[in-house]
């Protein structure tokens, strides 16, 4: 028997010698000779479903929030809802999760702004600069420390190496980075380079920076320079200074930093030019890279919390810089 669906759209089955086979709007089915109905999928149907599978599995992949955050230019954590920084050989930071910068901050800088320190007051600093993430050199700001003549890299050598105890402290406060510089595996390897080295006479080019952690060696440091004349002398003094020491050749890769407060960094010898570039998620909002160079005697006073920045030191001398935060 063959049932066939009728112009009233009623269903027909037809009876084959195995059994009866159904027909219906949405499929097939076919009826053994047990009873047992068997279920026909449309090979289309198959098609749709393997291609919804294949989609699926494309968009939700992990390649994609690659792509995304290639995209913006930097990664977010969805769980708590701030941008991942890590350590990578891009330089992108140190491994920490961050706030969304206010992309006010940068909106309308387009140049790192220049004063000479006798035309700056404490209230002009104050009111334009110390808060507001705006970056600005002060030409001849450290021009009168006793550092300015007295420190060099065997002054430094000759305090850390004077007592055996000083180079045993570690923790987290004793911060210490070689960056490009790998052979550095700690503080005290610095203070082992031959005299032609750190001459720059024979050797690659080098660059450190650490954290003075040390009692001592804050207690000689600060004999030797004070707050610059533009702080608040009811800030914050300054306790325990940050050094960077390098030849001439690349210094700090771009990065952002992931400390307290904002803070100066004074050039006491040599020659550092500064790159900075607005965060990435304000790509869209700020103008772009600024650059500015650093002479002794010159301070530049940065947020690099919010500022990625990169430094490179030029001319033909050794370059040391003093940093320390400000409140």
């Not at 180079?167 to 406060?173: F, N, P, V, Y």
């Not at 700090?252 to 030019?273: E, M, R, Y």
């Not at 919010?306 to 050794?318: A, R």
């Amino acid at each position: 028997m063959r049932k066939r669906k009728s112009s009233g759209g009623t269903e027909q089955s037809e009876e084959t010698n195995g059994g009866e086979r159904s027909l219906g709007h949405q499929g097939q089915g076919y009826r053994g000779e047990g009873g047992s109905t068997v279920r026909v999928v449309r090979v289309s149907a198959v098609g749709w479903l393997c291609l919804g599978l294949a989609v699926g599995t494309v968009c939700g992949g992990p390649w994609l929030r690659d792509l995304v955050d290639l995209i913006y230019g930097y990664r977010w954590n969805h769980t708590d809802r701030c941008i991942m920084e890590t350590p990578e050989d891009t330089g992108y930071g140190v491994d920490f999760c961050r706030t969304p910068v206010d992309c006010g901050v940068c909106r309308d800088v387009d140049r790192i702004e220049e004063v000479d320190v006798d035309s700056l007051s404490v209230e002009q600093f104050e009111e334009r600069y110390a808060y507001t993430s705006r970056p600005l050199v002060v030409r001849n700001a450290s021009i009168n420390w006793p550092a300015m003549e007295v420190l060099d890299y065997h002054w430094f050598k000759n305090i850390y190496l004077s007592d055996p105890e000083i180079l045993e402290k570690e923790g987290d406060e004793c911060w210490f980075n070689r960056y490009k510089t790998p052979e550095f595996r700690n503080l005290r390897s610095v203070f082992r380079l031959s005299d032609s080295r750190v001459s720059m006479q024979s050797g690659r080019p080098w660059y450190v920076g650490w954290a003075v952690c040390h009692d001592k060696v804050a207690e000689e440091l600060h004999k030797l320079y004070q707050r610059p004349t533009f702080i608040n002398p009811e800030s914050t003094p300054p306790k325990k200074p940050w050094i960077f020491i390098g030849t001439p050749g690349p210094g700090a890769h771009f990065h952002v930093d992931n400390v307290d407060l904002p803070s100066w960094q004074a050039q006491l010898a040599g020659v550092k030019t500064w790159y900075l570039r607005p965060p990435p998620e304000c790509y869209w909002s700020c103008p772009g890279n600024l650059q500015t160079t650093l002479y002794p005697g010159d301070i530049i006073v940065v947020n690099t919390n919010v500022w990625f920045h990169s430094t490179k030191v030029t001319g033909s001398e050794l370059s040391i810089v003093i940093t320390n935060e400000y409140d």
